[in-house]
């Protein structure tokens, strides 16, 4: 029988995000879940992984509800959710990338009598895939990446002087960037027990007035290939689980001699007695 490849699982919320996507990806067959959600599955070319890729649409249960389903189907070693967002720092530009270290759900909180009491939930990435992440960044030229949380709401944010974004500094002033869909998409991978997960986003804007001219320059195009870009770089560099070499997230899978038990894949059960010789 032939090797299944293992799978990898691309998700985005818009057409554009999609379209930055699907050139990397090679042999692309269309499938269909049983409750309608599509994915097209192909491979990655120079690495292992077989890559299925979704536009899910906008907002966080969203993105959760159809990402839990995709998971449950496709079983895949890792998930990322990739597409573009609005920078909420100065030094992080139009075209750079953040890659999220965490992701926050912003709108988490109780209101009270004495105002809106914040529950800040953040949600970590994998850290192989952030490791991944942070090689791979080493030898993009083309690309300025950060490494930083990603804010996730159910808003788009054009006013810089607004009551959301005055909210997101007083909180959430480390985060990166802003978008919709990242929390959602990570606690479906979390909950499913199997799959690591990783939010990288392209900035298209930086989420105040000018957004609107910024969309209409072409931004959000040029962010979009810039996260597909990285993403596919940080592919290249993570090993599936069971596949690990010398320099990679598992380190080495055999040695000989020393005090190294090596049973060759097989299950011991029991106690292992031994005794070590030699100078160390």
Do not use: C
């Amino acid at each position: 029988m032939p090797e299944t490849k293992p799978t990898v699982l691309v998700l985005t919320a818009l057409a554009l995000e999609y379209a930055a996507v699907r050139p990397h990806i090679e042999d692309r067959e269309e499938r269909v879940h049983h409750n309608g959600t599509r994915v097209e599955i192909g491979r990655l070319p120079d690495s292992p992984w077989q890559v299925a890729i979704s536009e899910l649409g906008v907002g966080a249960e969203r993105a959760a509800a159809l990402a839990t389903q995709l998971i449950e189907w496709l079983r895949p070693q890792a998930v990322f959710f990739v597409g573009v967002a609005g920078s909420l720092k100065n030094d992080i530009g139009i075209g750079d990338v953040v890659v999220g270290t965490q992701v926050y759900e912003i709108h988490g909180g109780k209101q009270t009598s004495e105002g809106f009491k914040v529950r800040p939930k953040a949600l970590p990435s994998s850290h192989a895939l952030e490791q991944a992440a942070r090689s791979a960044a080493r030898d993009l030229d083309d690309v300025e990446v950060h490494f930083a949380p990603i804010a996730t709401g159910d808003v788009v944010l054009a006013d810089s002087g607004s009551d959301i974004a005055r909210f997101i500094e007083s909180h959430y002033n480390d985060a990166g960037a802003i978008e919709m869909e990242g929390s959602g998409a990570a606690n479906a991978a979390r909950f499913s027990g199997q799959s690591d997960a990783l939010v990288i986003r392209g900035v298209s804007d930086h989420a105040n007035a000018g957004k609107s001219l910024a969309d209409a320059g072409g931004s959000q195009k040029l962010a979009a290939a810039q996260a597909a870009s990285v993403t596919v770089a940080v592919l290249r560099k993570h090993l599936p689980r069971g596949r690990g070499s010398a320099d990679s997230e598992e380190g080495p899978q055999e040695h000989h001699g020393g005090d190294h038990l090596d049973f060759r894949d097989g299950t011991f059960y029991g106690t292992v007695i031994g005794k070590q010789t030699g100078n160390r």
